[in-house]
T-cell receptor
């Protein structure tokens, strides 16, 4: 069974440019998460989806970040415009939605903003 | 405030030696605790899950303990191998009002030397 798939793995852009990350969760997993991870730190939640509904986006900087999960499967995270401080790894994770459910992470998308 | 603290921040050991990583949490209500292993450039992968009633759980050379009274957990690695070099992240799940959240520690970076 395929795991969580993310693309691109690496992205280098100049500040003020837009960037988008894509995530395909494990089949059947209703819950999808986007996390931001800075070097040497643990993941920080940006947004959580239950099917196509964003149920927790309190930590998403909505002035420049947006996300969508059309049809409750794939998801896209967008940054526009990117700032130097956005350089980080963006991790997508999915879970079956159970209370004790394990998080299954993708490989991450590493963003460098110059 | 819900927090998960890990120690040490980083650790270097020789191949074949044992080590113990610590996780202290102030998370309430407590649902479960997981240890994740994150290889460089990869997403975290679950090693073990500990529920309130469990004291010890093993997964190969990895043994996790949980003391719910003192709110402490440890991850013991026996006979370390070069492939154990990674970050180890402690994650506590909390639930309230039918929703649940994952509280991440900042991780312990382990380096195993030949």
């Amino acid at each position: 069974e395929a795991g969580v798939v993310q693309s691109p793995r690496y992205k280098i852009i100049e500040k003020k440019q837009p960037v988008a990350f894509w995530c395909n969760p494990i089949s059947g997993h209703n819950t999808l998460y986007w996390y931001l991870q800075n070097l040497g730190q643990g993941p920080e939640l940006l947004i959580r989806y239950e099917n196509e509904e964003a149920v927790d986006d309190s930590q998403l900087p909505k002035d420049r970040f947006s996300a969508e999960r059309l049809k409750g499967v794939d998801s896209t995270l967008k940054i526009q415009p990117a700032e130097l401080g956005d350089s980080a790894v963006y991790l997508c994770a999915s879970s079956p939605g159970l209370k004790t459910g394990e998080l299954f992470f993708g490989e991450g998308s590493r963003l460098t903003v110059l | 405030k819900n927090q998960v603290e890990q120690s040490p921040q980083s650790l270097i050991i020789l191949e074949g030696k044992n080590c113990t990583l610590q996780c202290n949490y102030t998370v309430s209500p407590f649902s479960n605790l997981r240890w994740y292993k994150q290889d460089t450039g990869r997403g975290p992968v679950s090693l073990t899950i500990m529920t309130f009633s469990e004291n010890t759980k093993s997964n190969g050379r990895y043994t996790a303990t949980l003391d719910a009274d003192t709110k402490q957990s440890s991850l013991h690695i026996t006979a370390s191998q070069l492939s154990d070099s990674a970050s180890y992240i402690c994650v506590v799940t909390t639930s309230s009002s039918g929703t649940y959240k994952y509280i991440f520690g900042t991780g312990t970076r382990l380096k195993v030397l030949a």
